[in-house]
């Protein structure tokens, strides 16, 4: 729980019936007001500050490193196969 949290509840222990009655009615408008949409640019770029997404050029750059991929040619026997034999 947060400070600010633990001070607000705090206070709230204070507060007269009438004042937690208007606590209540504040508490109950703030939690059914619909909250603003943001359009897709919008969270796309709210997504990208907050680290969870690449920004759009990047994302762009690491899509085209992708599709240029060539796997590295190895001779001898498939790892996956050399696991299996390990494990037995």
Not at 20 to 27: C, G, H, K, V
Not at 36 to 64: H, N, Q, S
């Amino acid at each position: 729980m947060s400070p600010k949290l633990e001070r607000v509840m705090a206070e709230a222990k204070e507060l007269s019936p009438a004042e937690l009655q208007q606590l209540w009615t504040l508490i109950d408008s703030l939690l059914t007001e619909p909250q603003p949409l943001m359009t897709e640019d919008e969270f796309e770029r709210y997504l990208a500050a907050k680290g969870v997404i690449a920004p759009v050029g990047e994302a762009d750059a690491a899509a085209e490193d992708f599709r240029s991929y060539q796997p590295i040619t190895v001779s001898g026997q498939p790892l996956s196969e050399m696991i299996i034999e390990e494990r037995r």
